[in-house]
């Protein structure tokens, strides 16, 4: 009887809502997309970043890494800084000198709950902010890096919370004691820390370019002022290492009066400066006219500037600027102190640091002044509405502030200078896992929902039309296992080397990352409308960054947990190294091993080529492989929806119609010729009765790539039998 043939000539990634495309797979785990040929291949697994020889060094007690960023300070990975949290502790990878190690950065930092996201990180050109909702920011500046020797000392110096506290202490002007000394009666009381005579003459005979200097009365000549109070009032601000100014410290004044016949005589003030905290590079100082009541300017306290400082070391400051030199008035809207010191998220958006008001005040936007990333205007903040609940992530992307939230989407645009305004793009769709959200180029940004994984696309300015989509359709299966309550562990991103975006979230009751889904997106050009997920299963994932040039990096999700030197820990990268990390071996000597690889699984979809009613014989499966040489490769069936598989016999992974060809890394140097991989095709003969429904698959931790695959099948027109009866 003539065979009929259905062909696919590239296999497609995991669907399993019914009924399936043929093209199509209910499995495809463990598996990666084989650049040359497009087929999936089994190179994938996981190894230590620092592999050892006998020991977890320099992980020894590192338990879960429930964060976890890779800071990019210069392009080409220059000033690269890895930067992690485990055990209630902030840790940078110090890699330098040929010497690797952990630094210990911060302490008592809060750890995540189970329901809780990680630390966040946002790169700016001052450092890292690190925010997580529960302590205050931390501003991470690491570079420049001493030697391996003076790491433990200069850790102080890579280190210090993020914006400005709160008011400086209030600058202390020492008393002034004027001369000629006051008469009998008295000059209105002092105030002040100490005393000091320092009279400024108003004539130029006396001191060059006289009368600029001094404090005082603006003229004295004839002795007709002289019974005149003198009051003045200084403040002072910080400014910190990221060029931002601090809140201006609350006013402090001091006074004083002269004799009533006395000329021409003005003085200058000192003042006790107050030393800024760590960070401070420079303090900006601020005085009042007179405003005494029987002055011109009476109660009038207006701050102008008079002078900045450029240290953050010297005690006392000699104030001799004249009412006519003061310079330009403090501002009218003030700065205050950090208004968000319980942040959970933060981002870069026109020019501006964004934080959210954390728990407390989940609704409530902030940001700071153009490059000025700790300078927060009073009045800078938005008030989102109460509608969508708190916010649950930020996310920049192109000209546009994304506002993940409870119960939807918003979206920030606009610049500082002409105003930022907020809209809805959402109330359908919302993300309670904020570390999966990523930039996947030619979709957008992609992020996991409570129903799948979207993507925003197409444009969010002008007239341009966008769309929240949902990428995981087909995947609804997968996708009903997640720990609901957990996904604000699950953590994903974009590997530029790969071309993947990876995603690792808890599902089946499990509160961390225990299954991943990839999306392989040279599969969504090279065979549209086919679907391009895949899964992987066995990978310890609790945090997961990629280093300047793409590559994966992830933290283990229980490390030394267990208590004991046999689990795996610290810090691993996804490789197409097939294994999966490394175990420890004490017999006969304590060493660290390469475990096997992990088990990659195909199985086609659900077939019915064409008639589900119609019975079918199928001869012949036709698997299209690259050949790999040594791999063996077994094949099972399944018909009807039946779990119980028909095995046949195995093949090898070579040509079955030519001489086998040189096993890479198995022939004898100088005796072997390597040579291009070939596209094979291996038969495999199917004995079983008809059936309506038919998959196979195959199951290995062999070194194969699956390009695509053929049926042969006959069918004498017989059907299904009418359904049971009742």
């Known amino acids: 009887m003539k065979q009929q ?108 709950t189970a329901t809780e996201p990680g630390a966040w990180f946002t790169d700016t050109p001052y450092g890292t902010v690190i925010t997580n909702g529960v302590d205050r920011p931390l501003l991470v500046r690491p570079w420049p890096l001493p030697g391996s020797t003076h790491v433990g000392t200069a850790v102080a110096q890579c280190v210090r919370p993020f914006g400005f506290q709160a008011l400086p202490t209030p600058v202390q002007p020492r008393t002034v004691k004027p001369l000629p000394a006051p008469p009998s009666f008295g000059p209105p009381a ?140 403090a501002p009218a809207i003030p700065t205050g102190p950090l208004p968000a010191p319980q942040a959970r998220f933060s981002a870069l958006f026109a020019g501006c640091l964004w934080l959210d008001g954390g728990i407390n005040d989940g609704r409530t936007l902030y940001y700071s002044t153009v490059g000025l990333i700790e300078q927060f205007a009073a009045d800078a903040f938005i008030e989102l509405s109460a509608r969508g609940g708190s916010i649950t992530g930020l996310f920049s992307h192109y000209n546009t502030l994304l506002v993940f939230r409870e119960r939807g989407i918003d979206i920030v645009q606009g610049t500082y200078a002409d105003g930022f305004q907020v809209a809805t793009l959402t109330e359908s769709v919302t993300c309670r896992a904020p570390h999966s959200i990523a930039t996947v180029p030619g979709l957008g940004v992609v992020f996991l929902a409570l129903d799948g994984v979207y993507a925003i696309v197409g444009g969010l300015t002008g007239g341009a039309v966008n769309e929240v989509i949902n990428l995981t359709i087909l995947q609804d299966e997968l996708l009903q296992r997640m ?158 929806f039946s779990l119980i598989p028909t095995l046949e016999r195995t093949y090898t992974a070579q040509s079955p119609d030519s001489i086998p060809q040189a096993v890479l890394d198995a022939a004898q140097l100088g005796t072997g010729e390597y040579r291009v991989d070939r596209l094979v095709p291996l038969r495999f003969s199917v004995a079983h009765q008809s059936a309506a429904w038919f998959c196979f698959e195959m199951e290995t931790t062999e070194d194969l790539v699956l390009v695509g695959y053929e049926y042969e099948y006959t069918t004498k027109g017989t059907r299904v039998v009418a359904g049971v009866r009742a």
């Not at 006998?54 to 890895?82: D, E, F, I, K």
């Not at 002022?225 to 003045?232: I, M, S, V």
């Not at 294994?579 to 091993?593: F, H, I, K, V």
């Open 190 to 329: 002092a105030a002040g820390n100490g005393a000091v005579t320092l009279w400024c003459p108003a004539d130029g005979q006396a001191i060059p370019d006289g009368g600029r200097w001094g404090l005082g009365f603006a003229n004295n000549v004839g002795g007709t002022n002289g019974k005149q109070e003198a009051l003045f009032g200084w403040a002072v601000s910080f400014i910190s290492d990221t060029g931002s100014e601090g809140p201006v410290s609350s006013l402090q004044s001091t006074r004083w009066g002269l004799p009533a016949d006395a000329e021409g005589f003005r003085h200058a003030c000192a003042l006790d400066i107050p030393i800024g905290p760590p960070g401070t590079v420079a303090r900006k100082l601020y005085r009042t006219s007179n405003y005494s009541t029987d002055y011109v300017n009476q109660g009038d306290t207006t701050l102008y500037f008079i002078d900045t400082i450029r240290n953050n070391v010297e005690p006392l400051f000699f104030d001799a600027v004249s009412t006519a030199s003061l310079g330009q008035p």
């Open 483 to 640: 720990t609901v309550d957990c996904l604000p562990r699950a953590v994903g991103c974009y590997s530029a080397q790969s071309r993947e975006y990876l995603l690792f979230f808890p599902v089946d009751g499990n509160d961390r990352p225990n299954l991943g889904l990839v999306l392989h997106t040279d599969r969504l050009q090279r065979a549209e409308g086919l679907s391009a997920w895949t899964t992987r299963t066995g990978f310890p994932v609790g945090s997961i960054t990629t280093l300047y040039d793409g590559t994966v990096v992830f933290g283990h999700n229980t490390g030394a947990e267990t208590g004991n030197n046999t689990s795996q820990r610290g810090l691993f990268v996804l490789s197409r190294k097939r294994s999966m990390g490394m175990e420890y071996n004490d017999d006969p000597q304590p060493a660290l091993e390469y475990t096997p690889p992990p088990v990659s699984r195909y199985r086609s979809a659900w077939t019915a080529f064409g008639d589900p009613q119609m019975m079918k014989q199928v001869s012949y499966v036709t698997l299209w492989v690259l050949t790999t040489g040594k791999p063996e490769i077994q094949m099972r069936h399944f018909k009807d």
């Open 5 to 112: 043939v259905y062909q696919v000539s590239l296999a497609g990634g995991v669907a399993t809502s019914l009924p399936q495309n043929p093209m199509e797979a209910s499995v495809a785990e463990n598996l990666s997309i084989d650049k040359p040929s497009g087929g999936w291949t089994t190179r994938v697994g996981y190894e230590p970043w620092i592999p050892s020889a006998t020991s977890w060094l320099p992980w020894t007690n590192t338990g879960p890494v429930y964060a976890l960023h890779a800071s990019q300070a210069l392009a080409g990975g220059g000033r690269q800084t890895v930067l992690f949290e485990a055990d209630a502790a902030l840790f940078m990878l110090f890699e330098a000198d040929g010497f690797d190690s952990v630094v210990q950065l911060a302490d008592n930092r809060h750890v995540p």
